[in-house]
């Protein structure tokens, strides 16, 4: 009787463990759920001037699939998805307004900070950072009397490294600090507003490589292809929304010399320039593919068929082909082919797009396809310099 018991137990343990329709339940609703996922991704979508402005096409290319992937789940029903993307490229057509930064002098320390003299060797500073933060307001009150409320400034000043009363000239260290200021009820204080102001320091241009050379940029080195990675590095935890004006050193030619200049940046899915935008806006297709759970671009080459391309075919009457196309049989006539609508592509993209004759070159195809209703459709082909045909993929 015992052994009988545990021999029920046995069973009912195996049968409580193990459901095959439960796993099959799920996996279902899995389908379910990532079908229902890629229905709901459009044929169009706009990003509006107002979430992201890119400085240039390229940082479109590189940031779109970010917002993408924020924006839709990739899974194995979304290969091969095209997303006809409109957004708001910003070319600087001036540069965001800022005073020329305050770099104290001599006498500015010699009044308001320490000269330190051996012989006629003299070094200049204040003694610590809190020192500087409560004098170099009083200088710049001085300074800059005549101007009004919401002046804002940058201070450039020198601060002693671990002073100590008998310092001897081989300890001597000065440290380079930028600190913005501006001027409330008459009188100046440190500034923590927004944009957060930062002046690059000799050693930021020395961490970017190239820049460092001569501690500028220019156009060999231009800003905009260093700041957005040093903005992610200087504010790793910027929250979307978080601004910062870089000021820097820039050299502008023999006639202007090295100068100083500001860019504007913004925490949004990257870190984007903020710019003035001339009110239009730049329009691209990608083609995203479902690799590894994510949105990654392919540049392949999108082609919405027009009237014209119909016409190659004889299609142009309808602007479109049909359901009997879908099938093997004879294009042009007399010639055997596995697919019409593939030999008919071919003859338009050979005929009207030859400049996408390229070894590998990707393509993909819109056009009109009719099957009790006329929807728009696409192919994805790709070159075959072999055969020089369009190899549907």
Partial sequence: MKKSFLYIIAIAATLFS????????????KNIADQRDND???????????DTVFATVEN???????????????????????????????????????NEPYTLSQDDYKKFGLELCFGDNC???????????????????SVYAAEEDGFLVMSVYDVFVDYTDGLIEDAVELERVHTAYIKEEGEFVVYEGSPELYMLYAEDYDEMGSPGKYNNFSSSDAPENYLPQFAAKYAPYAQEGHTIQFLFKYYAGRDLGTITKSMVYTKSTAWDQVAPLY????????????????????????????????????????????YYDN???EYPEGTPV?????????????????QHKVADQEVTVFYNYYDNGTNEVSRNYIYDAGSETFVRQ
């Fill in 18 to 29: 193990c459901d095959p329709y439960k796993d099959l339940h799920d996996e279902a609703n």
């Fill in 40 to 50: 709901a991704i459009p044929t169009a979508l706009t990003i509006s001037d107002e």
């Fill in 60 to 98: 479109a290319q590189k940031g779109i699939p970010s917002i993408l992937s924020d924006m839709y789940a990739a899974n194995h029903y979304t290969d091969g998805k095209i997303i006809e993307v409109t957004y708001s490229v910003g070319t600087l057509v001036e540069e965001p307004e800022f």
């Fill in 123 to 141: 070094y200049y500073g204040f003694e610590s950072k809190s020192i500087a933060l409560d004098t170099v307001n009083i200088l710049l009150d």
């Fill in 279 to 322: 009110g239009q806006q730049n329009m691209d297709k990608f083609k995203y593919k479902a690799e590894e759970n994510s949105w990654k671009v392919s540049l392949a080459v999108v082609v919405t068929l027009t009237g014209a391309d119909y016409a190659v075919t004889g299609d142009e009457q309808y602007s479109n082909f049909g």
């Fill in 327 to 329: 099938v093997a049989g």
């Fill in 338 to 354: 596995d697919n019409i609508i593939d030999a008919k592509i071919n003859h338009i993209l050979n005929e009207n797009y030859p």
